[in-house]
């Protein structure tokens, strides 16, 4: 595809259930981020992968949170027993490598609702 | 740590006039990147302009352009000509100069164009 891609758009959940969202960077991209935006915020770091490996999980906010990444491919947030807190927009990122001067190409975002 | 801080909530201005969006930063960093970058209501993330902080001449691109005020930690961006598809929300975002890409994002700043 031409650029990032996730799904799904919207999830909307019930408190306490699990929910997976989904990355499809750039054909190539070796570097990924993703972020969380709350409403009328900023957005948040989460986690990087360069390849298959997450070098900084700094920004998960708790053991709730984890993420993988196939290859240098496909790459999947994972929210267990989901909190009204967790009620966000979750973009991804991807970048040619992880080198300062590539470009981050976002894309369009999974917003969650937690009801 | 790093923050970045856009005082500004929303800006509004006229088409055909010319806006500038606030933006301060914080880092110990000395090597950085900062980023505009532009959010429509389709949630995807545009990149608007960059500027390495090494760099002392200002970025521009077409009718965007930066005031980069390194001593003052100041990072401000010019629209000129407003146009009608300008409107967005904009986010002011900077990067350490080390290892990998990671972006810390301000707050965010919306702004308006009237016809």
């Known amino acids: 595809g031409a650029g990032v891609s996730q799904s799904p758009s919207n999830k909307v959940t019930e408190k306490g259930k699990d929910v997976e969202l989904r990355c499809d960077p750039i054909?190539?991209?070796?570097?990924l981020y993703w972020y969380r935006q709350r409403l009328g915020q900023g957005l948040e770091f989460l986690i990087y992968?360069?390849?298959?490996?997450?070098?900084?999980k700094s920004g998960l906010p708790s053991d709730r949170f984890s993420a993988e990444r196939t290859g240098e491919s496909v790459s999947t947030l994972t929210i267990q027993r989901t909190q009204q807190e967790d009620s966000a927009v979750y973009l991804c990122?991807?970048?040619?490598?992880?080198?300062?001067?590539?470009?981050?190409?976002f894309g369009p975002g999974t917003r969650l609702t937690v009801l | 740590a790093q923050t970045v801080t856009q005082s500004q909530p929303e800006m509004s201005v006229q088409e055909a006039e010319t806006v500038t969006l606030s933006c301060t930063y914080d880092?110990?960093?000395?090597?950085?990147?900062l980023f505009w970058y532009k959010q429509p209501p389709s949630r995807q993330m545009i990149l608007v302009i960059r500027?390495?902080?090494?760099?002392?001449q200002n970025a521009t691109e077409n009718r965007f352009s930066v005031n980069f005020q390194k001593a003052a930690k100041s990072f401000s961006l010019k629209i000129s000509d407003s146009q009608l598809g300008d409107a967005a929300m904009y986010f002011c975002?900077?990067?350490?100069?080390?290892?990998?890409?990671?972006?810390?994002f301000g707050q965010g700043t919306i702004l308006t164009v009237h016809p």
């Open positions: 990122a991807s970048s040619l490598t992880r080198e300062l001067f590539d470009e981050q190409f």
């Open positions: 054909s190539g991209h070796t570097a």
């Open positions: 992968f360069q390849g298959n490996s997450a070098p900084d």
């Open positions: 880092t110990s960093e000395s090597d950085y990147y």
């Open positions: 500027q390495e902080a090494y760099k002392q």
């Open positions: 975002a900077l990067r350490r100069g080390t290892s990998y890409g990671k972006l810390t």
